[in-house]
């Protein structure tokens, strides 16, 4: 008997990086009186209607198998609420709840995905985007907005892409690294291309509720999401992404969701049914709740989440260091480009020099580097502590 030499590993796996995200959280996590900016999960507890109603749940017995697809109740809800941002989806074949956002991206790419397939990716963008492209069997091909339009996609910055194998556009707006909108005519500009072409949009909506008036505009009534599947033929061609997790503060409820072609949801579903079989039962029953008795909580951390961000903005800006204004999500991504610093250089020097961990944009794609990405998912204390030790760093830099 001999060894192995190629190892058990698929090569494309072994290629694959671990997540940059969590490389600063977990150093820092060792480092006594460390602060973390790095991780976006919301510092809120769930509401306690939701979990309230999960205990209620779990005292009654709920906790069997769901239907695949999900709860048909939920499915309900989810389509009712969604009409919000000008879209009818039939909750009975056009609805698929998910172990949060993330699994529903990895079943949309396994479902259209060819070997081969070219899947354009609008970089900075969620870790997951190219790693599950690759996974799928596809191509990732890089699309990079400019920092200088506020990192807002173009109608030239497609076509400069598109190739006869190109099958798919994913796109996340709110945009997480970066906290850039697209508003309804930025929208309507791309969609001026994408109707023309034989592609599916894969919109990542799950900072939708996370919209923002500009700094020092008040009030919240100029900042609704906008969603590309509402434009005029764009509907049948648009898969939406959303979830619990950030707008609802459910981040290990594990809870998302689908809405888009039938025929694609039932592809998805059957994928989601031979690897995962369904979502928690408990967790569908807490999303209910969520969906039917929780909007004024929303709007109270949305609330929260905007002051925070004009503390990190009117922070950055005290100590000179450059940030567009994000409208969306809850991050900020300053650049550090006048540093002289690569992204991870500077995110090493500042955790071992002022305990402060924050996330190299380069985790996010190329296109990051000269970034880093500044959660507000924390207390305005926290945020407060951290730019005065992000000020004492940029002084001895």
Known sequence: MTDSKKGFVAQKIADLPFSGIRRFYDIADEIEGAISLGVGEPDFLTPWNIREEAIFRLERGGTSYTSNAGLPELRREIAAYIRKFGTEYDPKTQVLVTIGASEAIDVALRAVTEPGDEILIVEPCYVSYKACIIMAGGVPVVISPKPENDFRLLP?????????????????????????????????????????????????????????????????????????????????????????????????????????????????????????????????????????????????????????????????????????????????FPSIQKTGLSSEEFCEKLLMSQKLAVVPGNAFGEAGEGFVRCSYAYSVESLKEALRRLKAFLRET
């Open 156 to 332: 030239e910055e497609i076509t400069a892409k598109l190739t006869p194998r190109t099958k798919a556009l994913i796109m996340g707006y709110p945009n997480n690294p970066t906290g850039a909108v697209m508003e309804r005519a930025d929208l309507e500009r791309i969609a001026e291309v994408l109707r023309e072409q034989d592609i599916l949009v894969i919109s990542d909506e799950i900072y939708a509720e996370l919209t923002y008036g500009p700094v020092g505009r008040e009030g919240l009534g100029d900042a609704e999401h906008a969603s590309i599947a509402a434009l005029p033929g764009m509907y049948g061609k648009t898969l939406v992404i959303n979830g619990f997790s950030k707008a609802f503060a459910m981040t290990g409820w594990r809870l998302g969701y689908a809405c888009g072609p039938a025929e694609l949801i039932s592809a998805m579903t059957k994928i989601h049914q031979y690897v995962l079989m369904c979502a928690s039962r408990n967790s569908q029953y807490a999303g209910l709740e969520a969906l039917r008795n929780s909007h004024k909580s929303v709007a109270a951390m949305r609330r929260e989440y905007d002051a925070r961000r004009r503390v990190l903005l009117d922070g950055f800006r005290e100590i000179g260091l450059p940030c567009f204004e994000p409208r969306g999500a809850f991050y900020t």
